[in-house]
């Protein structure tokens, strides 16, 4: 079936390519790449979970985490 077809390249191109920038960014930014935690969020990150061996954990509400710790901090100054 050449819609499957064309999904799966999608889904694997995208997690070979997540798995390459991981790897490269692992090796020009840190001191020992065995430390990195890769942390997959957003809405497709589901999809490319099981396909990518560079992603250890998933949150999907990494986004608003991090949006809800900058406004406590900002607040707190006021």
């Known amino acids: ?5 064309m999904q ?3 889904v ?6 997540v798995d390459g920038v991981v790897a490269r960014m692992k090796k020009e930014l840190a001191a020992d790449p065995d430390d ?4 997959a969020t ?8 099981g396909e990518s061996s560079a992603i250890d ?3 999907p ?4 985490i991090g949006l809800r710790l900058v406004y406590e901090r900002n ?3 006021s």
């Open 1 to 5: 079936n050449t819609v499957e077809a």
């Open 8 to 10: 799966s390249g999608i």
């Open 12 to 17: 694997y191109g995208f997690a070979g390519q």
């Open 36 to 39: 990195v935690t890769v942390i």
């Open 42 to 49: 957003g809405g497709l990150a589901p999809m490319v979970l």
């Open 57 to 59: 954990e998933h949150e």
């Open 61 to 64: 509400w990494l986004t608003l």
């Open 75 to 77: 607040a707190s100054r």
